[in-house]
């Protein structure tokens, strides 16, 4: 039998490739720099710059309806958040410093375009077609691809005939043109997802008119600041505030004063913000008694808002769906930008765009100055760049139907391709970073393994992937709020009867799930044939010893004995963990 010259698990080379250099390439990143030795990783990256929807979203009004404290990196909190929630323009600066703090750029390439990967069976590798922004294409082979651009990655149009008749100004809420001045114009805002619930009390501001076009609704709910959670060390204090809504809470001096000088304090207060976020689950199962006293609360809510007067238009605004079926949103000042006289609500439909506005169904026309299209995004759970895997199959094909991917996170048939916020993932509750963050992990988990064991490939087995899509399913149908009749972008083909593409529970129980592959769903292909150096053991090495004790050898001051401790806590022989350091 031959052996490899080396320590237990030594790492051998291995090239990565992340699609995007959002949130989940930054993760990714960060997390390859920490636990991996041997690697090489590019990020490529369409835009200019980092954070993905923080680079491109900049419309007025754009901002999270996480909780700041809730919407950074579990392990980088950001004391200097402006307020309880946080505008675009801040996060990408958060995200941008990120990058910068840790040296992440010199993993990425900007202004690259992915255009499509084909796996190449023989070598163990990914063949990625690439484009510069000049229109140059090149390629470029790894061993893992990491797809981390997300189902909301194109921008869409809204589908209404005739646009390019409009001769007024018109732009999409994704790409927003910064030069629009609606200082006393005529505007018409299309659709009332997200962008369009922030977007339009800002352009009430200065219009001489504004029509918001809402064929369909979601609920309008009591944005989560309202809860009464003070800085730690200012609880009573004049200088505390209790929290307010987007762009209401600002933190004071003496606040953020408070956030750096006491990590202990910050900790206890980011954990209150995100906890609520926690304990909001419950009202997204289907007919529990939180579900049925949210939907009581937020028509109470919306119904005062609106106030007696407006109560026609209160109704047309109160779903007839449960909270969460169609993504929740705060909307800070949305339902009293409404009420005001030179703004109006039309819930026909739009039939097609004039020369000098929009007609709708009933026979009506409109004339604007300019529209806003909030119109969202061309949702493809399947990647935006065609993948060929096995046997010459595409995922577009595999997936024609619906995504068949095990655990949110990989596919049959497609060896060493991962998935960070794809199918089945968690963008229905709590902070979409912190699951991305449990992916990205989980990813880096796979790469190690393939770099210790020197292996070809890992690939989930069809078997798990079937039971585990047919168990979402059921469990979506059986319990959750998703699963009720409602057309979402959280379903398979945005239809109302589509597939639930969550995860089946709460953000917690998809992090327990992830936190440890299960490798016997896998099926794993060593590098080398079936004796010799393929033997499934070789990573032992020849050696017989660990890295640590050969880092001792050296003369690296180390601890060969982390097994006795006081306590029983938990113990590793990773080198890195068992440097001493000298007091």
């Known amino acids: 039998m031959q052996f490899r010259n080396q320590f237990h698990s030594q790492q051998t080379p291995i090239r990565i490739i992340h699609v995007g250099a959002g949130a989940a390439g930054l993760l990714t990143a960060f997390k390859a720099q920490k636990y991996l030795k041997n690697f090489e990783l590019v990020c490529y990256e369409k835009n200019t710059g980092v954070g993905g929807t923080w680079f491109e979203n900049r419309y007025p009004g754009c901002g999270?309806?996480?909780?700041?404290?809730?919407?950074t990196f579990s392990f980088e909190p950001n004391a200097d958040w402006s307020g309880y929630y946080a505008y675009a323009e801040e996060i990408h600066a958060y995200m941008d410093g990120f990058c910068k703090k840790y040296g992440l750029e010199r993993f990425i390439c900007f202004e690259t375009t992915v255009l499509g990967a084909e796996w190449d069976d023989g070598a163990g590798e990914w063949v990625v077609d690439l484009m510069r922004k000049d229109g140059s294409r090149f390629t470029d082979r790894?061993?893992?691809?990491?797809?981390?651009?997300?189902?909301?990655n194109k921008w869409k149009w809204p589908a209404v005939p005739n646009?390019?008749?409009?001769?007024?100004?018109i732009?999409?809420?994704?790409?927003?043109?910064?030069?629009?001045?609606?200082?006393?114009?005529?505007?018409?805002?299309?659709?009332?997802?997200?962008?369009g619930i922030q977007v339009t009390p800002q352009l009430a501001k200065g219009s001489k008119s504004l029509t918001l076009f809402a064929r369909t609704v979601q609920w309008i709910t009591p944005p989560l600041g309202l809860q009464d959670i003070r800085v730690p060390g200012t609880e009573d204090t004049p200088e505390s505030k209790a929290p307010g809504t987007l762009g209401k809470h600002a933190y004071t001096e003496a606040e953020t004063r408070a956030m750096r000088i006491d990590p202990a304090g910050f900790l206890r207060y980011r954990k209150d913000v995100d906890q609520i976020l926690q304990r909001w689950f419950s009202v997204f199962i289907r007919d529990s008694a939180a579900h049925d006293e949210a939907i009581k609360a937020m028509t109470a809510i919306i119904r005062q808002r609106f106030g007696e007067k407006n109560k026609e238009l209160a109704d047309a605004f109160i779903p007839d769906f449960g909270p969460g079926c169609r993504r929740n949103t705060p909307g800070e000042g949305f339902i009293e930008a409404l009420i005001q006289d030179h703004v109006s609500t039309v819930r026909e439909e739009i039939q097609t765009f004039t020369e000098t506005g929009l007609a709708t169904a009933d026979g009506r026309k409109f004339d604007f100055d300019i529209i806003v299209c909030a119109t969202g995004f061309d949702v493809a759970y399947t990647p935006h760049f065609p993948v060929k895997g096995l046997g010459g199959?595409?995922?577009?094909e595999e997936w024609?139907?619906?995504p068949r991917i095990y655990m949110t996170v990989a596919t049959p048939g497609f060896p060493n391709f991962f998935h960070i916020g794809g199918p089945t993932g968690n963008w229905g509750s709590?902070?979409?970073?912190?699951?991305?963050?449990?992916?990205?992990?989980?990813?880096?988990?796979?790469?190690?393994?393939?770099?210790?064991?020197?292996?070809?490939?890992?690939?989930?087995?069809a078997d798990p992937t079937e039971q585990y899509m047919e168990f979402t399913a059921g469990w979506h149908a059986a319990h959750s709020c998703w699963g009720e009749d409602c057309k979402s972008w959280y379903k398979n083909g945005g239809r109302a009867d589509g597939e639930v593409m969550l995860w089946c529970g709460s953000m917690l129980h998809m992090m327990k799930t992830l936190k440890s592959p299960r490798w016997?769903?896998?099926?794993?292909?060593?590098?080398?044939?079936?004796?010799?150096?393929?033997?499934?053991?070789?990573?032992?090495?020849?050696?017989?010893?660990?890295?640590?004790?050969?880092?001792?050898?050296?003369g690296v001051d180390v601890d060969l004995s982390p097994f006795l401790r006081n306590g029983d806590k938990n113990w590793d022989l990773e080198l890195e963990s068992n440097i001493l350091v000298a007091k």
């Open 64 to 71: 999270c309806d996480v909780p700041s404290h809730s919407y």
């Open 142 to 152: 790894c061993n893992v691809i990491v797809n981390g651009s997300g189902p909301l």
């Open 163 to 169: 646009r390019e008749a409009f001769k007024g100004k």
């Open 171 to 195: 732009c999409h809420s994704s790409a927003w043109d910064p030069s629009i001045d609606w200082t006393d114009k005529k505007v018409a805002v299309i659709g009332c997802g997200a962008s």
């Open 393 to 396: 199959k595409t995922m577009k």
């Open 400 to 402: 024609a139907k619906k």
């Open 430 to 461: 709590g902070c979409v970073l912190a699951s991305h963050e449990v992916q990205a992990d989980y990813a880096i988990q796979a790469c190690l393994k393939i770099s210790t064991e020197r292996l070809h490939s890992v690939m989930p087995k």
């Open 520 to 554: 016997e769903d896998y099926e794993i292909r060593r590098r080398d044939g079936e004796r010799g150096e393929g033997n499934m053991w070789a990573f032992l090495g020849a050696f017989g010893r660990t890295e640590l004790e050969m880092a001792a050898e050296k």
